[in-house]
């Protein structure tokens, strides 16, 4: 009996401190979370001014999610691109690359945004237009018809908000995939280039799915992140959740129930990305 | 270029890494169905030789042959070259994306355009003449390094080479895996594959090689028979670098 006793006091003693320690890192806040959100949905659904507030809002969601997704889908291309321009040997690409990434990463995503939505796409018109009138006194009319026809009304601002976002993304995730595609190691590509691949085949084939896979996570990181900016969008006066938040509030001076109902609706979106995003990552790292 | 019948030809070649010379003047010849084997100490340029063959190393000056075609910077020639020319690498390199038969298959499909069936076929096979048919669906992280390296050689050996280049393949194996890639690659020697084998195993040097080559300080320091380097080599160098890799 004496034995079994030395044999389990420090046992408890460990369970203890363990106990202590479980305590100290668990995750409070994301317990707090749940609790705001379930009390702010308990209000939301019951609370009349709140309920008439998310009903007014929920009408942006669709702009909100379609913006995001498709800037996102158009910012892994943009991404993608300059990514693999970041580390071509090819001066000219490389340095095109390089100059996209560091002009977009200095200058705050709101100024972007209005400068792409109204100074960039009018003078891309302008400049389409320009070469529409040049085909035509160079006598191919036929071919000068779809530059000259485009005007500014014909580029809607939810076109132009979406443009803007990613091309805005596109600087981000070059650097993510700069990073994928550098760290897998030099004798990956060397085996690919010793069977005879190219080197567009071995990037295809063998680097960057690989690549891809490693930065999953971090590209899942920018998703979520492109949620919550594509409320900026909204002083483009795109009819997002933001914009719709902002109307409402403005002509009804509910104030409190607008901005709270729209800060939870972002919250509920973030919170259930990142953990897919985690869930992903976790996934990802057991399969090593 | 002197004789039709020589694999390889290199004439003159060097190779600097900056202010490194890696090369100094290296000329070389290897006939067809030859086995030459490299030897010599770490930074002698075995690698750099090797991998200006196949023009993973641009060479600094000088000119490569290749079944009589020579070697320029025009990346078409050399990729086609390059599918003639197996490599194995000290550190295997396999894809750890594809299992083992797909790392056969993929440059056969992509480079040789071989349908999937095909290159599926010609994958099996491969993989039965390195002994490992069985690890077909297995993922490189579940191969064991000897196991890793056959693999490798399988991969290259399904593009139908002309030449095999073997740049230290057993020198990160376990002692017990070591006799597993050997036998493969004096099966290859056997059956008159042209082998350029950097190794330190000099009893593979012994059985396979037909000519070794000494190098140091970039240069081919000694080129002669088997025999004549074990029994009779001529340089101070030779003898120095041999009686310690003897010692082990
Ligand atoms: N990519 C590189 N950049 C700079 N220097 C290099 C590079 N590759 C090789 N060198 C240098 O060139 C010289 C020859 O290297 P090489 O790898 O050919 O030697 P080696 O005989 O294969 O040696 P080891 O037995 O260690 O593999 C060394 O001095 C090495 O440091
Ligand atoms: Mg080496």
Known sequence: MTEKRIVIEPVVGEEEASWEERLRSFPWWFLAMIFIAIGVFFVVSTNESYNAAFN?????LTITIKTTLIAYVIALGFGLLAGLGRISKNVFFNNLARLYVELIRGIPILVLIFFIALVGVPSLVNGLNAIGEWLNNAGIAF?????????????SMNAR????????????LAEIF???????????????????????????????????RNVLPALGNDFVAMVKDSSLVSVLAVRDITQVARLYAGSTFRFREAYVTLAVMYLTMTVILSLIVQTVERRLRSND | MTNSDNIIVVQDLFKYFGEVKALDGVSLEVGRGKVVVIVGPSGSGKSTLLRCINHLEKPTQGDIWIDGEKLTHNIKTINAIRAEIGMVFQLFNLFPHLTAIENVTLAQTVVRNRSKEEAEHIAMEKLKRVGIPEKAAVYPSNLSGGQQQRVAIARALAMGPKIMLF???TSALDPEMIKEVLDVMLDLASEGMTMVCVTHEMGFARSAADEVIFMDFGKIVEHTTPEGLFNNPQEDRTKLFLSQILQH
């Open chain 1, 56 to 60: 007014f809002i929920k009408a942006g």
């Open chain 1, 178 to 212: 700069r990073a994928g595609i550098q760290s897998i190691g030099k004798g990956q590509m060397e085996a690919a280039r010793s069977l005879g691949m190219s080197y567009g085949q071995a990037m295809r084939h063998i680097i960057l799915p690989q690549a891809i």
């Open chain 1, 161 to 172: 908000a979406i443009i803007a976002l990613a091309f805005t993304y596109g600087a981000y």
């Open chain 1, 143 to 155: 071919l000068s018809k779809p530059f000259t026809a485009i005007t500014n009304q014909d580029v």
């Open chain 2, 167 to 169: 740049d230290e393949p």
